[in-house]
């Protein structure tokens, strides 16, 4: 980990008249991002031990927490306070999520932006496949869309950058790169980002009100290459409500 990523001081900024957001880096790093997830780690032992009055909930994200409290349930000022002292004690947190061993297709129509990633990186289109399923990645955080995990860990050879003109329509449940980032689209959307494959899981489902984003922060994830046969298979099964993806998690996991 990088020593100065993992030293960085700590910021405050106010977000309105009910949120902090505690800000432990300017970069995008492993380091900072282990701060956030021992950050979390904290609050949520707090908050289950009654010791974080007023506090809403919290969002984590690249290399910051947004603190949401209802300002009439606690004092802004001395809330301040106690996360800046928590932030400082919090120390750093390996990614402790789920693991999830989630199918991808790589056939050519899931997979429009392979062969240029290919070239790209003078490999393969089945090398490229071969590194992208050796990789654990690590959930930084959700956002853009519902369930849209960024997810850290692509090896540097595919760091390749954005599509000069983004896509008008991204089909649901493609898995993408850019800027040395991975990602994966829960729903059909405009985007820029480099398509190299699909998976059946739905990423995003309001009928799971447990867990309606199926990844988390701190969660792994590894992407298995699939025939389409099952890939048909299982999103059939997605559609009808038929499919549980807890078996998606492999040993290992909490």
Same mark, same amino acid.
């Given at each position: 980990?990088?020593?100065?990523?993992?030293?960085?001081?700590?910021?405050?900024?106010?977000?309105?008249?009910?949120?902090?957001? &505690?800000?432990?880096? =300017?970069?995008?790093?492993?380091?900072?991002?282990?701060?956030?997830?021992?950050?979390? *780690?904290?609050?949520? *032992?707090?908050?289950?031990?009654?010791?974080?009055? /007023?506090?809403?909930?919290?969002?984590?994200?690249?290399?910051?927490?947004?603190?949401?409290?209802?300002?009439? =349930?606690?004092?802004?000022?001395?809330?301040?306070?106690?996360? /800046? *002292?928590?932030?400082?004690?919090?120390?750093?947190?390996?990614?402790?999520?789920?693991?999830?061993?989630?199918? &991808?297709?790589?056939?050519?129509?899931?997979?429009?932006?392979?062969?240029?990633?290919?070239?790209?990186?003078?490999?393969?289109?089945?090398?490229?496949?071969?590194?992208?399923?050796?990789?654990?990645?690590?959930?930084?955080?959700?956002? @853009?869309?519902?369930?849209?995990?960024?997810?850290?860990?692509?090896?540097? &050879?595919?760091?390749?950058?954005?599509?000069?003109?983004?896509?008008?329509?991204?089909?649901?449940?493609?898995?993408?790169?850019?800027?040395?980032?991975?990602?994966?689209?829960?729903?059909?959307?405009? /985007?820029?980002?480099?398509?190299?494959?699909?998976?059946?899981?739905?990423?995003?489902?309001?009928?799971?009100?447990?867990?309606?984003?199926?990844?988390?922060?701190?969660?792994?994830?590894?992407?298995?290459?699939?025939?389409?046969?099952?890939?048909?298979?299982?999103?059939?099964?997605?559609?009808?409500?038929? @499919?549980?993806?807890?078996?998606?998690?492999?040993?290992?996991?909490?």
């Amino acid at each position: 980990m990088n020593a100065d990523a993992a030293g960085a001081p700590v910021r405050l900024l106010s977000l309105g008249d009910a949120a902090w957001t &505690v800000e432990f880096g =300017a970069t995008i790093a492993p380091a900072i991002h282990g701060r956030v997830l021992g950050f979390r *780690a904290l609050l949520e *032992a707090l908050s289950s031990a009654g010791r974080l009055a /007023g506090v809403v909930e919290w969002l984590p994200t690249f290399r910051s927490v947004t603190v949401h409290f209802d300002p009439e =349930a606690t004092d802004a000022l001395a809330l301040r306070d106690q996360l /800046g *002292a928590l932030a400082g004690q919090s120390g750093i947190a390996p990614a402790t999520g789920r693991r999830w061993h989630i199918p &991808v297709c790589f056939d050519a129509d899931c997979a429009p932006d392979l062969d240029d990633v290919a070239v790209a990186a003078r490999m393969t289109p089945q090398a490229v496949v071969q590194l992208m399923t050796d990789c654990v990645f690590t959930v930084y955080m959700l956002g @853009f869309l519902p369930g849209f995990p960024y997810l850290g860990g692509l090896p540097e &050879v595919l760091a390749v950058p954005r599509l000069a003109s983004p896509r008008k329509r991204v089909p649901a449940r493609s898995i993408a790169i850019a800027a040395g980032l991975c990602g994966a689209y829960p729903c059909a959307s405009p /985007g820029g980002w480099r398509l190299l494959g699909r998976t059946p899981i739905r990423l995003f489902d309001a009928t799971r009100a447990h867990r309606p984003a199926l990844l988390a922060a701190g969660d792994q994830v590894v992407w298995e290459p699939t025939v389409r046969a099952t890939y048909d298979r299982i999103e059939r099964e997605c559609a009808a409500g038929q @499919f549980d993806p807890e078996p998606l998690q492999r040993a290992g996991n909490r």
